[in-house]
């Protein structure tokens, strides 16, 4: 099965209203690519599932989201993503605040198809008290009480990848797939980037299946775009452009992000390419040093 | 013994003392969120507790910590092996796990904020990071805590606007659970090192900053402390951990995490 998609064709999936998967983890391997079609776009009331940065930064800002489930958002360098913030202390967004292996324990519940996976985490909190959907279970093997946290079924789930091939194998040759392949699983449909399409003989190298974190099954569209995780980093074939980060945070201050939209994103991902440097300057990023 | 040094900054002063935090862990992952944390972990794992294991705070588990900041383009790290978000979970929920962490609030429970502060739930004043991994560290192994400003607006009167971790406190106490099972270590601040070891859990002086006051420390907490009848000084670091703590922050970040730098003995 054939399952290449341009971004505007995948992301024509998505309706309003509909609870979307954002793979990655703060400014790391974000399918940056696939949230500027959405932006690109005239959704709305979508709720968004995610380990936040400006994935969630740009939509809440755009007026795309409803609803946030999320544990942090963050920049990493810069901690405090400023249009989650602006989004949250104006009360413009509804939000679930869970722990952030709550988040991957609710997306195993929905990829296993259970209701709820039972945990210890979150007792005593306030994730309990602000969110009281999430329900306390007794134990058939003990007196203790245990959070019953929920499945968070994805309508679809949008992810970046290094490499992928024409059938949805997708290899993550970074250091750390973070929680892509829950969110692989536990979404109905998911739209895959990546940066370069490969032949299927690509993953005939024993070291490079290792690499494949989920099968080609749970992905339903491939996108090819080079560079379309930046702003945030594909490593190793690129770090997290901290000089457009920069100047996106100040724009919360200077512009807002009509500002920053209006000067970055462009009619298409060719457009935006050339509005930050080129795809030559974006594979030339430094990679991070933690 | 090495001996102690003499000129030594407050920075470095609280490295050693938040290292103590990590010295009877045995092998357990040690992760020290921010500068003077991680450095206070990376020198227990270096000198008094080998046994820790440690992340190159990106995927790897070290068997020898990493330098902070840039390193040199020929430096390898010691990989033991991977330990990407999804298996820090399993690490986090097996209990092998010591964090040290720099919430906003602590209050008078233990417990902490790392979310939101004032206004309404729906619509706070100012919006931070959000809940992160605190409640699931916090139930699942020990916990300390590190405080580069020690004010009544970190140590708050009242409970955290948010509570992002559980603490000492019998009202949000789970059914079938006890305050025992709570594990809050250390708290390191710029004035002092504390433990929960008070009362009924109380916030306890163990030792304060050469140059302060049982006084001082009280008047910048917004609760009671236990202050025992005679409080020591927190030790000095010695020549030889001076000398790590250097090899292991080669660019002296640790010099910019405390408000101007000041030396350790302000007396």
């Known amino acids: 099965m054939d399952k290449r998609l341009s971004a505007r064709d995948a992301v024509a999936q998505i309706e309003d209203g509909m609870t979307i998967g954002i793979g990655g983890w703060g400014p790391r391997r974000k399918p940056m690519a696939l949230v500027r079609e959405i932006l690109r776009s005239d959704l709305k009331d979508l709720t968004v599932v995610a380990y936040g940065g400006a994935d969630v930064g740009m939509l809440c800002a755009a007026g795309k989201v409803k609803k946030l489930v999320f544990a942090f958002v963050s920049l990493d360098f810069i901690p405090l993503e400023p249009y989650f913030r602006q989004a949250r202390q104006s009360g413009a967004i509804e939000v679930m605040e869970v722990d952030e292996g709550m988040m991957l324990l609710g997306l195993r519940a929905a990829a296993w198809g259970l209701p709820f996976i039972p945990t210890a985490v979150g007792l005593g909190t306030d994730v309990l008290t602000h969110n009281p959907e999430i329900k306390l279970v007794d134990s058939p093997y003990d007196d203790k009480e245990w959070v019953a946290m929920p499945a968070l079924k994805l309508d679809v789930s949008l992810l970046h990848v290094d490499r992928a091939d024409f059938r949805g194998v997708c290899q993550i040759a970074g250091p750390d797939h973070y929680l892509d392949d829950w969110f692989a699983r536990a979404a109905i449909t998911t739209i895959v980037s990546c940066d370069e399409l490969v032949d299927s003989e690509f993953f005939h190298d024993p070291a490079r299946a290792r690499e494949v974190f989920w099968e080609r099954a749970a992905t339903s569209a491939v996108v090819e775009i080079p560079g379309g995780a930046h702003p945030s980093s594909c490593n190793p074939l690129y770090g997290f452009d901290v000089a457009h980060f920069k100047a996106y945070a100040a724009s919360v201050k200077d512009g807002g992000i009509a500002g920053y939209l209006q000067q970055y994103l462009g009619a298409d991902e060719a457009e935006y390419q050339r509005n930050v440097g080129g795809l030559d300057a974006i594979k030339a990023l430094e990679l991070p040093t933690y | ?267």
């Open chain 2, 1 to 267: 013994m090495s001996t102690a040094a003499t000129d030594y900054t407050l920075a470095e002063l609280c490295i050693v003392a938040a290292a103590e935090a990590f010295r009877h862990d045995g092998e357990v992952l040690a992760t020290g969120i921010g500068v003077i944390p991680r450095l206070a972990a990376s020198l227990a794992m270096k000198t008094f507790n080998p046994d820790l294991m440690m992340t190159d705070s990106e995927s790897f588990l070290l068997s020898e910590p990493n330098p902070i900041g840039k390193r040199p383009a020929d430096f390898h790290q010691a990989n033991e092996t991977w330990m990407g978000f999804s298996r820090i979970f399993d690490n986090v929920w097996s209990g092998k796990r010591h964090a040290m962490l720099g919430p906003t609030q602590i209050d008078r429970y233990g417990q902490t904020n790392t979310s939101a502060l004032g206004g309404t739930y729906r619509q706070p004043k100012v919006m931070m990071l959000g809940a992160r991994g605190f409640p699931g560290n916090s139930i699942s192994h020990a916990n300390s805590f590190f405080v580069p400003g020690h004010n009544s607006r970190v140590f708050i009167d009242g409970e955290c606007d948010y509570v992002s971790s559980i603490g000492y406190n019998p009202a949000r106490l789970p059914r079938g659970r006890s305050l025992d099972d709570v594990d809050i270590r250390r708290v390191v601040t710029d004035l002092c090192v504390l433990d929960f070891g008070g009362p009924d859990h109380q916030l306890r002086l163990l030792s304060l900053h050469p140059g302060i006051t049982a006084e001082q420390v009280q008047e910048n907490t917004g609760f009671a402390l236990s202050i025992p009848a005679t409080v020591p000084t927190t030790p000095a670091p010695t020549q030889d951990q001076l000398a790590i703590i250097a090899a292991l922050d080669p660019h002296n970040q640790r010099a910019a995490q405390i408000a101007d730098n000041p030396p350790g003995n302000r007396g």
